[in-house]
Protein backbone atom coordinates (compact mmCIF):
# COMPACT_ATOMS: atom_id res chain seq x y z
CA UNK A 1 0.00 0.00 0.00
CA UNK A 2 1.36 3.22 -1.16
CA UNK A 3 -0.19 5.47 1.37
CA UNK A 4 0.51 3.36 4.70
CA UNK A 5 -0.32 6.42 6.85
CA UNK A 6 -3.98 5.79 5.71
CA UNK A 7 -3.75 1.82 5.79
CA UNK A 8 -6.29 0.35 8.73
CA UNK A 9 -4.97 -2.64 10.30
CA UNK A 10 -7.29 -2.98 13.37
CA UNK A 11 -9.64 -5.63 12.47
CA UNK A 12 -12.59 -3.95 14.71
CA UNK A 13 -11.71 -1.62 12.28
CA UNK A 14 -12.44 -3.11 9.01
CA UNK A 15 -15.30 -5.03 10.17
CA UNK A 16 -17.49 -1.72 11.32
CA UNK A 17 -16.29 -0.27 7.84
CA UNK A 18 -17.53 -3.40 6.14
CA UNK A 19 -20.70 -2.90 7.70
CA UNK A 20 -21.34 0.55 6.79
CA UNK A 21 -21.04 -0.33 3.19
CA UNK A 22 -24.16 -0.63 1.39
CA UNK A 23 -22.51 -1.84 -1.92
CA UNK A 24 -19.71 -4.52 -3.08
CA UNK A 25 -18.36 -5.18 -6.48
CA UNK A 26 -16.83 -8.25 -7.58
CA UNK A 27 -14.21 -8.07 -10.15
CA UNK A 28 -13.71 -11.22 -12.85
CA UNK A 29 -10.97 -11.62 -15.79
CA UNK A 30 -12.99 -12.52 -18.90
CA UNK A 31 -10.47 -13.29 -21.71
CA UNK A 32 -8.60 -10.83 -21.94
CA UNK A 33 -10.67 -8.06 -20.37
CA UNK A 34 -11.67 -7.03 -16.55
CA UNK A 35 -15.65 -7.43 -15.92
CA UNK A 36 -16.90 -5.26 -12.54
CA UNK A 37 -20.33 -6.08 -11.03
CA UNK A 38 -21.89 -4.17 -8.32
CA UNK A 39 -23.73 -6.46 -5.73
CA UNK A 40 -26.09 -6.49 -2.83
CA UNK A 41 -24.05 -8.18 -0.19
CA UNK A 42 -24.56 -9.50 3.90
CA UNK A 43 -21.10 -10.73 5.33
CA UNK A 44 -20.05 -13.15 8.37
CA UNK A 45 -17.07 -13.10 10.59
CA UNK A 46 -15.49 -16.11 12.42
CA UNK A 47 -12.21 -16.36 14.01
CA UNK A 48 -11.10 -13.29 11.93
CA UNK A 49 -12.16 -15.36 8.95
CA UNK A 50 -14.31 -12.94 6.55
CA UNK A 51 -17.37 -14.27 4.39
CA UNK A 52 -19.10 -12.21 2.26
CA UNK A 53 -22.63 -13.46 0.47
CA UNK A 54 -24.35 -12.64 -2.27
CA UNK A 55 -27.44 -13.44 -4.35
CA UNK A 56 -27.88 -13.14 -8.00
CA UNK A 57 -29.81 -15.10 -10.72
CA UNK A 58 -29.09 -18.39 -11.68
CA UNK A 59 -27.61 -17.38 -15.32
CA UNK A 60 -25.81 -14.11 -16.44
CA UNK A 61 -22.08 -13.46 -17.16
CA UNK A 62 -20.21 -13.66 -13.44
CA UNK A 63 -22.16 -17.18 -13.46
CA UNK A 64 -20.77 -18.24 -16.98
CA UNK A 65 -17.24 -16.85 -15.79
CA UNK A 66 -17.93 -18.87 -12.22
CA UNK A 67 -16.78 -22.08 -13.62
CA UNK A 68 -13.51 -20.70 -15.34
CA UNK A 69 -12.45 -19.01 -12.27
CA UNK A 70 -13.32 -18.64 -8.23
CA UNK A 71 -10.94 -16.56 -7.47
CA UNK A 72 -12.27 -12.92 -7.63
CA UNK A 73 -11.04 -9.67 -6.52
CA UNK A 74 -14.04 -7.32 -4.72
CA UNK A 75 -13.84 -3.80 -3.44
CA UNK A 76 -16.20 -1.49 -1.14
CA UNK A 77 -16.21 1.78 0.35
CA UNK A 78 -18.52 4.21 1.74
CA UNK A 79 -18.37 7.66 4.10
CA UNK A 80 -17.67 9.70 0.92
CA UNK A 81 -17.11 13.49 1.56
CA UNK A 82 -15.73 16.59 -0.58
CA UNK A 83 -14.16 19.09 1.10
CA UNK A 84 -12.15 21.85 -0.86
CA UNK A 85 -10.88 25.27 -0.80
CA UNK A 86 -11.04 28.10 -3.42
CA UNK A 87 -8.26 26.48 -5.70
CA UNK A 88 -8.67 23.12 -7.06
CA UNK A 89 -5.34 21.86 -5.93
CA UNK A 90 -6.79 22.27 -2.52
CA UNK A 91 -10.23 19.82 -2.75
CA UNK A 92 -9.55 16.41 -1.10
CA UNK A 93 -12.62 13.57 -0.79
CA UNK A 94 -12.61 11.64 2.58
CA UNK A 95 -13.60 8.12 2.58
CA UNK A 96 -13.11 4.33 3.96
CA UNK A 97 -12.36 1.47 1.36
CA UNK A 98 -12.15 -2.06 1.63
CA UNK A 99 -10.39 -4.26 -0.76
CA UNK A 100 -9.24 -7.57 -1.44
CA UNK A 101 -9.50 -11.43 -3.27
CA UNK A 102 -10.81 -14.64 -2.57
CA UNK A 103 -12.46 -17.49 -3.48
CA UNK A 104 -16.11 -17.57 -4.94
CA UNK A 105 -18.28 -20.81 -5.15
CA UNK A 106 -22.38 -20.94 -5.33
CA UNK A 107 -24.17 -22.85 -2.41
CA UNK A 108 -26.94 -24.71 -1.18
CA UNK A 109 -28.82 -26.12 1.04
CA UNK A 110 -28.97 -24.77 4.93
CA UNK A 111 -26.22 -22.54 4.01
CA UNK A 112 -28.10 -21.27 1.00
CA UNK A 113 -30.48 -19.88 3.40
CA UNK A 114 -28.15 -18.30 6.09
CA UNK A 115 -26.06 -16.49 3.19
CA UNK A 116 -29.44 -15.14 2.05
CA UNK A 117 -30.47 -14.43 5.69
CA UNK A 118 -27.42 -12.75 6.32
CA UNK A 119 -28.37 -10.21 3.53
CA UNK A 120 -31.17 -9.53 4.98
CA UNK A 121 -29.46 -8.82 8.03
CA UNK A 122 -26.86 -6.35 7.11
CA UNK A 123 -29.58 -4.20 5.05
CA UNK A 124 -32.56 -4.39 7.88
CA UNK A 125 -31.25 -5.47 10.75
CA UNK A 126 -33.49 -8.35 11.33
CA UNK A 127 -31.94 -12.06 11.87
CA UNK A 128 -35.28 -14.01 11.45
CA UNK A 129 -36.70 -14.28 7.65
CA UNK A 130 -39.10 -16.74 5.97
CA UNK A 131 -38.66 -17.02 2.00
CA UNK A 132 -41.05 -17.90 -0.76
CA UNK A 133 -39.39 -21.09 -1.87
CA UNK A 134 -40.99 -19.88 -5.56
CA UNK A 135 -38.29 -16.85 -5.57
CA UNK A 136 -35.35 -18.88 -3.14
CA UNK A 137 -35.33 -21.58 -5.75
CA UNK A 138 -34.80 -19.20 -8.64
CA UNK A 139 -31.54 -17.64 -7.21
CA UNK A 140 -28.22 -18.55 -6.48
CA UNK A 141 -26.63 -17.39 -3.19
CA UNK A 142 -22.86 -17.00 -3.57
CA UNK A 143 -20.29 -17.15 -0.84
CA UNK A 144 -16.66 -15.46 -1.05
CA UNK A 145 -14.19 -16.59 1.67
CA UNK A 146 -11.62 -13.40 1.49
CA UNK A 147 -8.13 -14.89 1.69
CA UNK A 148 -6.60 -11.14 1.37
CA UNK A 149 -7.46 -8.11 1.62
CA UNK A 150 -6.33 -4.13 2.54
CA UNK A 151 -8.37 -1.44 4.18
CA UNK A 152 -7.64 2.62 3.94
CA UNK A 153 -9.52 5.31 5.10
CA UNK A 154 -9.23 9.15 4.77
Keep these: ?14 TEIISSCDCCRLGFV ?21 YLYFYCAKEGRKIDLLP ?5 SFEMDTKHRLEGGPLGCDYTCFYQSVMGTGK ?7 EKTFGLKKIMEHYTGRTEWDFDNKYFNAVYILKL ?10
Excluded: W
Excluded at 30 to 50: L, R, S, T, W
Excluded at 104 to 110: A, S
Excluded at 145 to 154: D, G, I, P, Q, R
Design 1 to 14: MRRKDREVTDFSKI
Design 30 to 50: DGDEAYIVPMNFGYEIKDEQI
Design 68 to 72: KQNKV
Design 104 to 110: LEIVEGD
Design 145 to 154: TVKALSCKEH
